[in-house]
């Protein structure tokens, strides 16, 4: 497999748990390191594997449903940093409310070993949400 | 002088070239190639260096005035790859309207011969809430 596909494959982890609201896939994903850094769409920077960790737990724990599909995918590879960039289409039932928009987002992982880390995720949104229709399963 | 202050010198030009609305210098900040990636608070991902330039030259060319102020900044080098994540307050008067708000950015830069280049600029708002989940209240 080359470091493309590597980086690919755990990019998808990512989102992988993120649609399933699972925490121990979402810890396995980053380096779990004070390097960690994480921008949700509206939020500050959060900075350090325990402020993002707390976070996806509090994201986690309060959606009911989640929906994530990517796509626009691009990856580039420079030595042991490899940088994601692509849209995220997010429908979410939170709290009892649905949320639902488009996304562009950078993920940046680092070669640690023989596996890629993720060290930073910053998502913003992008014009305006849409009400109504989720997005299509693919 | 390290790789981490010549990273903090380019971020700091890029900055520079943004509130002195200078297209040359901002020109000079990237690495003017198919790979880079700019995502500007709400707008969609723009790819490749022609794309955007001609977003600075728009975002310059409706611009009377513009302040932008950095803190938080952060900057961790990989080899031949540094990212750097840092608040923005910009304050703009934009074809008459003044533009105020806090902007939470990551910087991507690759390590060029002798120089570092930008490769990806992302913003995103701050405080606003967006698709995807509210901030913690804790």
């Not at 950078?106 to 949400?129: C, E, M, Q, Y």
């Given at each position: 497999m080359t470091d493309r596909d590597e980086v690919l494959k755990q990019n998808a982890a990512f989102y992988d748990a993120f649609r399933r609201l699972d925490l121990d896939a979402m810890a396995d994903v980053w380096s779990q390191t004070e390097a960690d850094v994480c921008i949700h769409p509206g939020w500050p920077i959060l900075r350090g594997w325990a402020e993002v960790e707390q976070s996806w737990r509090g994201i986690f724990e309060g959606a009911g449903y989640m929906r994530v599909e990517t796509n626009e995918v691009q990856v580039v590879v420079t030595g042991d940093v490899a940088h994601v960039t692509c849209m995220e289409g997010v429908y979410c039932v939170h709290e009892g409310m649905t949320v639902?928009?488009?996304?562009?987002?950078?993920?940046?992982?680092?070669?640690?070993?023989?596996?890629?880390?993720?060290?930073?995720?910053?998502?913003?949104?992008?014009?305006?949400?849409?009400?109504?229709?989720?997005?299509d399963d693919n």
């Open positions: 639902q928009g488009s996304i562009a987002a950078t993920n940046l992982f680092h070669r640690h070993g023989d596996s890629w880390k993720l060290v930073l995720h910053h998502g913003s949104p992008i014009g305006a949400t849409a009400a109504g229709v989720p997005p």
